[in-house]
């Protein structure tokens, strides 16, 4: 289970990561629109937040319920506390943390990400980090995901991996 804020590489990650241990990915995002049969934003815009996380939960305990794969969450969703509480019970969570600048320069690539909608995405990001890295840090392993190319951090998680197994 793959966690951290939006930009981090959660997705990118995730697929290359799956790809190295021969697992199935999936993209809790993705499996949201499908269910919901709509875009994230459109669920923000017509349901509201608390209403897509009630959805995202629910899709992470039936993701997690399932056979074992590598998953990657949305940037809000172990900031819930029942999804977090499930999360850490239920599978091994990393946090992908990245610094403001990386961040802001991944984010800036896509513009679906709807807490980005008309703000400054640096100054979005620092208060999402002021709050969410806190939570963040109750994942069971901590990795950088650097401005360094992807495949980087896939080692960099294999090897915090290899770890955990001795």
């Not at 669920?43 to 939960?57: L, S």
């Not at 600048?101 to 703000?119: A, E, F, I």
């Not at 990001?125 to 951090?153: F, G, K, M, Q, W």
């Amino acid at each position: 289970m793959l966690v951290g804020l939006m930009g981090s590489g959660k997705s990118t990650i995730g697929r290359r990561l799956a790809q190295r241990l021969d697992m199935r990915f999936a993209d809790a995002d993705d499996e949201i629109e499908r269910a919901a049969d709509m875009t994230i934003s459109d669920i923000f815009a017509r349901f509201g937040e608390a209403h897509f996380r009630d959805g995202e939960r629910r899709v992470i305990a039936r993701l997690l319920a399932g056979p074992p794969l590598v998953l990657a969450t949305g940037g809000g969703a172990f900031i819930n506390d029942e999804t977090r509480a499930l999360i850490l019970r239920d599978s091994l969570c990393i946090w992908l943390d990245a610094d403001i600048p990386t961040l802001v320069d991944r984010v800036g690539r896509r513009s679906h990400r709807p807490l980005l909608k008309d703000r400054d995405p640096g100054e979005v990001l620092r208060e999402l980090a002021a709050v969410r890295n806190p939570l963040y840090a109750e994942a069971h392993l901590r990795i950088s995901s650097a401005s360094t190319p992807h495949d980087h951090t896939v080692r960099a998680i294999m090897g915090a991996l290899a770890t955990c197994k001795n």
